[in-house]
């Protein structure tokens, strides 16, 4: 008879756990950002998205990518996109809970910050979904220009209702938004979009054209960028038109992604697709970029809660695995690179949350000019440092990390989308000079948030003068803007966590992010032998 093998020596999946109350620098984050009455909520949320039923959900979204259907039967054009249930299930989760449109429909103060942390936490467990979520979250200020189109959608934006049939929007319960701007021949240079809008009658226009990347293409609008006869103008393009007939959106066919794999990005084509203008002719990137703005402060929550999850996992594995007669997390050399990805973690979070914050303040000069200088400060470096620490985060779990039937493939694959989205390194950095240049009161505001921090820690104040001194010369700085961008977003985090987070945490951070030698080839695992390990780790990830 054979005798059974027992395999022991490996981690148990990680679940069942509480996402907000396990993750302390978001709980501190969010009572200090105005959101403290949102706590118990935000515990019920946690508790819901680290149950093994919501994470089950996440990968078979995942493991279950969308199909593009784009015939019928009979050959008939259908352009349509069908998902795995799982994904349906995770949107009307998002939509009732307000990740949508619920600080739009329900403005208090805190109520950004309160969906920032939901935002945060969902993206540890699911991140395709996030998308059209994102992008039905940041159309509200653009759309509001005007009055017919706010009139017949923000109803159904602000419902908490997820309706996914494909139906004209005046019968659904609940609608998601989406966008185009991106051609083949331009990227980013949106100016060099060649889709054309020719007038119809009134604000009406005919579209002819396409999209290189149209995310979320079974949204029921989207915003677009196309060329009217006063120029590059933003328009709103239902699914339907009016007359209940199904818009000139011909999809092409979906992207093979490396990533984001349960949300569908397509390419398509416009045959006078009808469309409706919004703002003014030649108008069009500063309204499209205004919704870009919010994506961009989606895609630094994103990635802070991607990071978050990369750290739990690594902890949690080397608590549970044991190598050359103890356990992984007891081992010197592993305590180090583990206490480094906290503090990545630690600084990401209170840098995302005090962004958020800055959004809850609208009609506030100083949360303004902050959001326009650090916000693309903020999506550089937060987004720049993911895939990296991923990496580590992977290497901790070695062959279990890079394995799909395990998280950290997924996470690792994610990880460089929000760096490209809305932007990627260089367009951000040369954003921060931008706002310089248009709005040097942006300094302003950035002294200001730094200076409670000043005076008590001297390489946080060495860095501190260093950067203004620089930024007197920001037009002369294009060829560096990226260490620009990286210096605002690491100051920030070095002034929040001196102000707020426990010594040991400051004490750390500045030892190894504000002193001359602090990044060694941007590898983790190099803090100082005097850098309180233990806990760091206890703080990052109770045991």
């Known amino acids: 008879m054979l005798s059974t093998h027992e395999v022991s020596n490996q981690a148990p999946p990680l679940e069942s756990l509480n996402l907000f ?29 680290g149950s093994p039923e919501m994470i089950a959900l996440g990968a078979a979204a995942n493991h279950n990518p969308p199909t593009p259907r784009l015939f019928d039967r009979s050959g008939r054009r259908c352009d349509e996109v069908e998902f795995h249930p799982a994904y349906h299930e995770l949107m009307g989760y998002l939509k009732r809970h307000g990740a949508s449109a619920g600080p739009w429909a329900h403005p208090a103060p805190g109520a950004h910050v309160k969906r920032a942390a939901l935002f945060a936490m969902y993206a540890e467990i699911e991140d395709g979904t996030l998308c059209p979520t994102t992008m ?68 009406e226009y005919a579209i002819v054209g396409h999209k290189w990347f149209f995310s979320a293409p079974m949204s029921d609008a989207f915003l677009i960028l196309a060329q009217a006869p006063g120029g590059l103008s933003c328009l709103f393009l239902p699914r339907f038109t009016p007359d209940g007939a199904q818009n000139a959106i011909r999809i092409q066919r979906l992207k093979d992604k490396l990533g984001d794999r349960s949300n569908a990005s397509s390419e ?12 003014d002719e030649g108008r069009g990137v500063r309204i499209i970029l205004e919704m870009g703005t919010y994506c961009r402060l989606d895609c630094v929550l994103g990635t802070a809660g991607l990071i978050r999850q990369c750290v739990s996992q690594a902890i949690h594995h080397a608590r549970h695995r044991s190598a050359f007669g103890r356990e992984l997390v007891d081992q010197p050399l592993m305590r180090n690179v583990l206490a480094d990805l906290a503090l990545e973690s630690e600084a990401a979070t209170a840098l995302a949350m005090r962004l958020a914050g800055a959004f809850d303040a609208q009609t506030d000069t100083h949360s303004t000019l902050l959001r326009r200088i650090l916000t693309p400060a903020a999506k550089y470096w937060v987004c720049r440092r993911g895939p990296a620490l991923a990496a580590e985060a992977m290497e901790v779990l070695g062959g279990n990390g890079y394995v799909e039937e395990g998280p950290m493939a997924r ?31 942006c300094l302003d505001a950035l002294a200001a948030e730094i200076a409670p921090a000043l005076g008590r820690d001297a390489r946080l104040d060495a860095h501190a003068a260093k950067l203004t001194d620089e930024l007197r ?5 294009e060829g560096e803007a990226r260490r620009v961008a990286q210096s605002i977003a690491i100051l920030m985090q070095g002034a929040l966590l001196v102000r707020f987070a426990p010594e040991y945490i400051a004490e750390a951070f500045c ?24 806990e760091i780790l206890e703080r990052a990830w109770p045991a």
């Open 268 to 279: 398509v084509e416009f045959d006078g697709a009808r469309a409706w203008l919004v703002g």
């Open 136 to 203: 039905t979250y940041a159309v509200v200020p653009s759309i509001v220009r005007d009055d017919a189109i706010a009139r017949d959608w923000l109803p159904r934006i602000y419902s908490p209702e997820y309706d996914p049939r494909f139906v004209p929007a005046d019968r659904k319960r609940g609608v998601t938004l989406g966008m185009g701007m991106t051609e083949k021949q331009g990227g980013s240079d949106l100016r060099s979009n060649t889709t054309t809008a020719s007038p119809v009658g009134g604000r």
């Open 411 to 441: 996470l690792y694959r994610q990880m460089p989308l929000n760096s490209i989205w809305e932007g990627s390194g260089n367009v951000m950095c040369l954003d921060v000079l931008r706002a310089i240049a248009k709005q040097p009161e």
């Open 21 to 49: 109350d396990r993750n302390r620098p978001l709980m501190e984050a969010v009572a200090r950002e105005g959101a403290a009455d949102a706590i118990g909520w935000l515990a019920q949320r946690g508790a819901e998205l």
């Open 473 to 477: 010369r920001a037009d002369e700085l």
């Open 511 to 534: 030892s190894s992010r504000l002193t001359p030698s602090a990044f060694t080839g941007g590898a983790y695992g190099n803090l100082p032998a005097n850098t309180g390990f233990a």
